[in-house]
């Protein structure tokens, strides 16, 4: 069975700090990344998309990602109270019918303490 | 643009009982999903449809769980003699389509079996 494991479980930084999130794919089939947040009482909302090796960088939000080792990584820079959260990553396919289905990672709890 | 809709946002029903939860998709988005979400498993994909034909519903319970949709504007899934451990949070998104896009999702459907 496909799974991402996400690390840490909760994570808690002060305001202004830096928040990191790791994932680690078990099959190399996986070709699309994507950061989910999620906010309690609503459902997840996409951050961003990572689809090849490297860093992509959107505001204050940066990811990673590095296919041979199957590891995709998330920071978040100058964090905000707002940004305390449910953190997902999640992978899908590249094939056939099931292409675009997401994978989801168990999720890390983002405390930001003012 | 109104975003993915769900309904109804809360439900209590007793063992036994058929619980049937409604979604409404962003208009144009050719795929929809289902997903459950639990503190314990965490997200996990039920099934989906593209053009409203079922494409995969690998993760459905198959006894007595059951997905359908009728028409490009709605989807429903139905759980038949339900469990206390059918309780969960039931996520429906859409996407455009395609390997690589975004899924949207909704806000949700909490279930909570007595």
């Known amino acids: 069975q496909q799974k991402v494991q996400q690390s840490p479980e909760s994570l808690s930084v002060p305001e202004g700090g830096m928040a990191s999130f790791n994932c680690t794919s078990s099959?190399?089939?996986?070709?699309y990344f994507w950061w989910y947040r999620q906010h309690s009482g609503e459902g997840p909302k996409a951050l961003m998309s990572i689809f090849s090796d490297g860093d992509k960088k959107e505001g204050r939000f940066t990811a990673h990602l590095n296919k041979a080792s199957l590891h995709v990584s998330l920071h978040i820079r100058d964090s905000q109270p707002s940004d305390s959260a449910l953190y997902f990553c999640?992978?899908?396919?590249?094939?056939?019918?099931?292409?675009?289905?997401?994978?989801f990672g168990t999720g890390t709890l983002l405390s930001v303490k003012p | 643009n109104a975003g993915v809709i769900q309904t109804p946002r809360h439900k209590v029903t007793g063992k036994g009982q058929e619980a049937t939860l409604w979604c409404e998709p962003i208009s144009g988005h050719s795929a929809v999903f289902w997903y459950r979400q639990t503190i314990v498993q965490g997200l996990e994909f039920l099934t989906y449809?593209?053009?409203?034909?079922?494409?995969?519903d690998s993760g459905m319970p198959k006894e007595r769980f059951s997905a359908q949709m009728p028409n490009q504007s709605h989807s429903t899934l139905k759980i038949q003699s339900t469990q206390p451990q059918d309780s969960a949070v039931y996520l429906c998104?859409?996407?455009?389509?395609?390997?690589?896009?975004?899924?949207?999702f909704g806000e949700g459907s909490r279930l909570i079996v007595v």
């Open positions: 099959d190399r089939n996986f070709q």
């Open positions: 998104a859409s996407s455009p389509g395609g390997t690589g896009n975004t899924l949207y």
């Open positions: 999640a992978a899908s396919f590249n094939y056939g019918g099931s292409g675009n289905k997401l994978i």
């Open positions: 449809f593209r053009n409203q034909a079922p494409i995969d």
